[in-house]
């Protein structure tokens, strides 16, 4: 297990940034949702004359933006776009560091097997993804929270 805490650490300032990163996309979309929601113009009144297909390549379609929640769907699939890039970005360099580095063969004939020195950094790479997740969900129930004012964020109708 010693190569999964050191992968561990090898990306901890990446892990660091990223979530950094996501907490300022949150943090100042949520802000200009303050803004905008506060100037009176009623924003899904401006989305609805857009054509229906620009909504849809926008990935707004039926989202309310006048909520809190609506404009957080919006700002989702950017949050995605990020996450996705950054899993691509530690599943590219996992093994091709070793290679570039030139440490692949010595790390290879350790007492170790190569599965488990690859299933290592792959559970490595996981347990980052895992970790920017959940500082990418608690950022955004919470900012969310603070802005939504009191709306029902589960969609549920109230009786």
């Known amino acids: ?15 660091i940034f990223w979530s950094i990163g996501i907490l300022f996309l949150i943090a100042s979309s949520m802000g200009k949702y303050a803004g905008l929601s506060s100037s009176g113009q009623s924003m899904s009144d401006l989305m609805a ?21 609506g404009y957080y ?27 570039r580095d ?23 790479a996981l347990a980052n993804l895992a970790m920017l997740n959940i500082v990418s969900l608690a950022a955004s129930l919470t900012l969310v929270a603070k802005y939504s004012k009191g709306e029902s964020v589960s969609g549920a109708n109230a009786s």
């Open 1 to 15: 297990m010693n190569v999964f805490w050191i992968e561990m650490k090898a990306y901890s300032k990446s892990l």
């Open 73 to 99: 769907g919006v700002l989702f699939v950017y949050l995605v776009l990020m996450g996705t890039i950054h899993a691509t970005m530690i599943g590219a360099n996992i093994i091709a560091k070793e290679e």
């Open 102 to 124: 030139k440490t692949a063969e010595f790390l290879f004939v350790r007492p170790v097997s190569r599965n488990k020195v690859i299933l290592s950094k792959l559970l490595a």
């Open 49 to 69: 004359g857009m054509p229906t297909s620009l909504q849809a390549l926008m990935g707004i379609g039926t989202l309310d933006l006048s909520k809190a929640s």
